[in-house]
């Protein structure tokens, strides 16, 4: 039994972490169930410690009042409130038909903007859905009421340009009592902070 549920974000498949997801119970949103299906994995799970990427860290945010007390400690890397904080509505658009078009190189744009510094194989079964997620995060959103969060952990990086600042302080004021940790990175964690707090 693992210690850890960790719920990626979009496209952000076990292969990121080589020889670490392992140590996880690791699911990625859309490629392994819809929202409705990880919460339920998360709130059945014995893990000690939450953790969400992302999309990941979003979903888990939208039910934190009933998904933070059920864990030791939860952390969430770079969480946003709805994904347009971060991007125009017509930018995820443009995305959105870009997978389409060509969903490799869609989600290989993706991964580059990350900061992967080595970006897996694509596979197509990923590719519908995915672009389903991105239907998806057009309409999500978190609500306004604040949930008590003195077992979580908030990590963003400096560099981000997937989930902004802006997006990022429209989260915290969300989060009373939470921990603030900032890493010089961009959107994908290091290696060295994944350690510290996950795997």
Known sequence: MTDVL???????????CPG????ADFTVPFIDGDEAALVA?????????LAGWSTGAHMLLKHGAALFPRFTRVVL?????RFTDSFPE????TMRAAMDADAAATVRAFWQNCGLPQAPAFDPAWAAPLAAGLDSLLLSAVSGEPVPAGNVTVVWGEGDRIV???ALDRVLPLLPGAALRLQAGGHWPSPDILAEHCF
């Open 6 to 16: 960790f719920v990626s974000g979009w496209a952000g498949v076990a292969t990121f």
């Open 77 to 81: 890397f770079a969480p946003f409130a």
């Open 41 to 49: 994995r998360a709130a059945a799970s014995p893990a000690r410690v």
């Open 20 to 23: 670490r997801a392992a140590r």
């Open 164 to 166: 902004r600042r802006k």
């Open 90 to 93: 017509r930018t995820v658009r």
